[in-house]
């Protein structure tokens, strides 16, 4: 029975609860017995909260038991990226200089979950504070891919999305900067969303780069990624860039699985030289099948998206080289050579050259110069500008069709190791993701099969226009459906790495 309820979707688990067949108690555990079993291999976990979400569970069973049920997702378990602020377990956001940081205060996500009943089973590995595509940069360890553990799961929610791969947890939670909800999704053939900017607050997120950083939802199918998308998203007072509007009806358009007459433009700016054959073979087959479900598909051009990635990697770094300037040594984390002969300034400085690792200081680095005195507008400014322009393009593209997609990476997931000193080729897993994280509106990544190449998953990006969620959903949901049908059975049954 135990190795039965790891398989079942958060929605199944959700019936078999409120219907008595099973107890929050018994789900719990079956996962918690799951990450004993395989996370030595994989390493999806930072930290294992096993005493809280049983206390949790059998909460949620007194609760059952009085007629109370605090939502759908009351007693499922859930896995959290160590990037979310948690009380009674520490937050470290892969880094050294957090080490064994306990925060005082819940982020408004981990908030909501707590409230909607969801299991918080621990915290998952990732990139040291998110900067990264692979979960190689994290100070604890690399995760593994669970199709195949010498592979990266992806990044930088990479603990995230190898934890819903390898049945630890239904659901997850990550955040998106530049595509590290989407793209670890797509290489470990699962979903992942990252909503409209603004719709899931960002307080008690540790911040990366500010006006990129959006939390978002893992899940094995589209449904159980809606209903994790509709409970932790909504307007919060304390996020400044929190938008105050209802939650898009994702868990209705996830349902409905309707494309008919939807209007799906191909973006033909992200494909073609640089691109891995079988990911487009399977891009290619998935536009055809929504296109025999009744869509109406059609090319479309946004020209200054070859201009994202150099872009977001001026604007990205320098935001996180103003953001990570409060660990300095003084208030909380890391502090390194405080023996009494140093001052204040000797003791910053050794506390960030031993708390960061070589990613996280290359893009303070690189951030810091170009915000700096004569180089602010030729590089920073000049990001911005372009960042309008592919504003512009979304805006022009979505006047035309109701979604945009493309695949979700260029290449499924590569070997660990493989790019680690080659920051470049490292940045381009990103290369699809990007600019919809520049110009702030939704997209998801769902399966859509397997390379030739090496039978490794691969994803097809949705984009929608900003608070049009729900869109995302019903075409996603629509491609789960007829591709689930093709091959008889859920992509992760083909996983062979566990």
Known sequence: MSSELT???????????????T????????????????????????????????DQARQIDEERKKGTVRSPLAGVPIAVKDVF???????????????GWHPPYDATITTRLKRSGAIILGKTNMDEFAMGSSTENSA?????????????????????????AAYEAPLAIGTDTGGSIRQPAAVCGIV????????SSRYGVVAFASSLDT????????????????????HDPMDSTSIDAPVPPVVAAAREADVSGMRIGVVTDLSG??????????????????????????????????????AYYLIAPSECSSNLARFDAMRYGLRAGDDGTRDAEEVMALTREQGFGAEVKRRIILGTYALSSGYYDAYYGKAQQVRTLIIRDFDAAFGQVDVLVSPSTPTTAFRIGERADDPMAMY?????????DLAGNAAISVPCGLADEDGLPVGLQVMAPAMADDRLYRVAAAAEAALTGRWGHPLLEDAKGL
């Not at 990911?279 to 479309?300: D, Q």
């Open 7 to 21: 398989r079942m979707t958060a929605a199944e688990l959700s019936e078999a609860l409120s219907k008595g067949d």
């Open 23 to 54: 107890t929050a108690t018994e789900v719990t555990q079956a996962h918690l017995d799951q990450i004993a079993a395989v996370d030595g291999k994989v390493h999806a976990f930072l930290h294992v909260a096993a005493d809280q979400a049983l």
């Open 85 to 99: 602020t948690t009380t009674g377990m520490p937050t470290t956001c892969g880094s050294r200089i957090l080490e």
């Open 140 to 164: 604890y360890g690399v995760t593994h891919n669970p199709w195949d553990l010498d592979k990266i799961p992806g990044g930088s929610s990479g603990g995230s999305a190898a934890a819903v």
């Open 192 to 199: 992942g969303t990252k909503p409209t900017y603004g719709g």
């Open 215 to 234: 939390p978002g939802p893992f899940g094995r199918t589209v449904l159980d990624t809606a209903l994790l998308h509709e409970v932790m998203s909504g």
């Open 273 to 310: 030289e640089g691109y891995q054959p079988g990911v487009l073979a399977r891009f290619a087959e998935a536009v055809e099948l929504l296109e025999s479900l009744g869509a109406k598909v059609t090319e479309v051009s946004c020209p200054h998206f070859r201009y994202a990635l150099p």
């Open 428 to 436: 381009l897993a990103d290369l699809c993701t990007i600019p919809s």
